[in-house]
């Protein structure tokens, strides 16, 4: 601790002896650093806060509200837009002296590095836009950064309330010229697609439709063959039943003629109940007449008469083979449309595919041409919504003000670093120049270095004339110091006073 109080002291002790030089450092410093902090404009900012909503509940209602970090991405680029920036350039104080277009792109370049727009919250904005041009003075350069800010707000708004229904009303129109170039396609595939169904009607569908024909087909012939075998099984059945019932019955008096009267009775009697010739009791009453009458009229063996339950098992014999008759016929029937569907689907691959690439290119039509239909309804939706009701929602929360106080640079703390930098150079030049002279302020020093014992020091005898010298030197020296004190001072009064008149 002693010997860094040593070198400390033998430091202020070199910089005091060479202490004229420190104070013209110092001064040469502080002087040269307040004119480059004195040529540094005034920069001054101006701040707006907005509202934003670009949906009320009414388009989220009917289903045409766009996202919400889309639109706040969208709004954020609109704000700080190349486009924007150039509006807002021609009608302010910046613009003059812009004649091309070089010119132009580089001041808006300028400017986007002047403007940021920060988002706080969900839709609410900050603009903040910062003017410290050297040719302006700095109330000038304030009033800039409010009507650059006050400019973005204006051209903002107008975009939004005329720009969103004319882009509205354009996107309808042309969603009207898609929807009718697509309609005469459509037209024009229908058209091919009619008169090629009218001349192949077997390949309406394709080879899809004639795929699923044939497996309809053949989904039917298995029905009907199992169908066909019940009822071949149940006419066998009723062919042996009928084998072993007799045609008469033996020891029965009468011919067939009482059979016949007793038949037509027993019809006679189903009609008095009120039974109509549709009711099955009925019908087997009348097909028992018919039979009796085919047999003769009762011209029946010797010794018996005609059997009612052979006659009814030939009528239901009848009828079963009439069944099978139609089972058969419609299962030729059927194999003969497997046989032609086949024959298509093998003989005329070409004509398919045609087929099913007429279809196709009209489905995809057809539903292309519904999707622009319902979006050129919603488009009309929002326009009639639009001219009602603008959903645009704009809200100024702070106006753009004129500042009074810049916000760079910090001048005071400049100043006062300038001067800390001004005075360290002044003692470190004199300590430097001490060290490269090889001088020893103190016996301690003088030792440490060379090794050696210090066997005494000379003190410093002033005679009197020396003496008052000295001593006026002395106090010009605290002059300086004070007269560079007093600047510093009187330079921080003056960027007090001038932020004051900023306004005036």
């Known amino acids: 601790m002693n010997e860094l109080f040593d070198e400390v002291r033998s430091a202020l002790y070199s910089a005091w002896s060479r202490k004229w030089l420190a104070l013209g450092v110092a001064w040469a410093v502080c002087l040269a650093g307040w004119l480059f902090v004195a040529s540094i404009p005034n920069t001054y900012e101006s701040h707006a806060k907005i509202f934003v909503q670009l949906d009320d509940m009414l388009s989220k209602q009917i289903g045409i509200a766009g996202s919400d970090m889309t639109d706040i991405a969208r709004v954020r680029q609109r704000l700080a837009s190349a486009a924007t920036l150039g509006q807002v350039i021609e009608s302010t104080q910046l613009g003059e002296g812009i004649s091309t277009p070089r010119d132009m792109e580089a001041a808006i370049s300028r400017l986007s590095q002047d403007v940021t727009v920060r988002t706080e919250e969900d839709n609410l904005f900050e603009i903040t836009a910062k003017m410290g041009r050297s040719d302006l003075t700095d109330s000038e350069n304030a009033k800039l950064a409010q009507d650059v800010v006050r400019r973005m707000l204006d051209i903002f708004y107008e975009e939004n309330v005329t720009g969103t229904r004319g882009e509205v009303s354009d996107a309808v129109a042309l969603l009207d010229q898609q929807l009718d170039a697509r309609a005469k396609e459509l037209e024009r595939a229908e058209a091919r ?61 009468g011919g067939g003629g009482s059979a016949l009267d007793q038949a037509e009775a027993q019809v006679a009697e189903l009609r008095a109940r009120g039974l109509k010739s549709s009711h099955p009791d009925m019908q087997t009453a009348l097909r028992q007449v018919q039979n009796l009458r085919e047999l003769g009229g009762g011209a029946a063996a010797p010794g018996g008469m005609p059997n009612p339950a052979y006659s009814s098992l030939v009528s239901i014999r009848a009828e079963r083979q009439a069944n099978v008759q139609a089972l058969l016929a419609r299962k030729a029937a059927l194999q003969a449309d497997i046989s032609m569907t086949m024959a298509d689907q093998v003989s005329e691959p070409g004509l398919a595919a045609e087929a099913q690439r007429i279809g196709r290119d009209y489905e995809v039509l057809k539903n292309k041409y519904d999707e622009l239909l319902q979006d050129r309804e919603e488009m009309e939706l929002r326009s009639q919504v639009e001219s009602e009701r603008s959903s645009f929602r704009f809200d100024v929360i702070d106006a753009p003000g004129i500042s009074t106080r810049p916000a760079a640079p910090n001048r005071p703390i400049l100043l006062l670093a300038v001067m800390v930098v001004g005075v360290g150079a002044g003692l470190g030049s004199a300590i430097v120049l001490t060290m490269l002279k090889s001088t020893f302020s103190t016996s301690a020093g003088l030792k440490k270095s060379l090794g050696l014992p210090v066997i005494g020091t000379i003190s410093r005898n002033v005679p009197p004339s020396r003496q008052a010298k000295e001593d006026r030197q002395l106090r010009l020296f605290y002059a300086g110091s004070g007269a560079l004190a007093g600047l510093l001072v009187v330079l921080l009064g003056i960027e007090f006073v001038q932020v004051g008149q900023v306004m005036a």
């Open 193 to 253: 697609r009619t008169e090629f169904e009218a001349q192949h009607p077997e390949l309406i569908g394709g080879s899809a439709a004639i795929s699923s024909k044939l497996q309809a087909a053949r989904s039917e012939m298995r029905g009907v063959e199992a169908d066909l075998a019940a009822a071949q099984s149940a006419l066998a059945a009723i062919t042996g039943q009928l084998a072993s019932t007799p045609r008469t019955l033996q020891g029965v008096g």
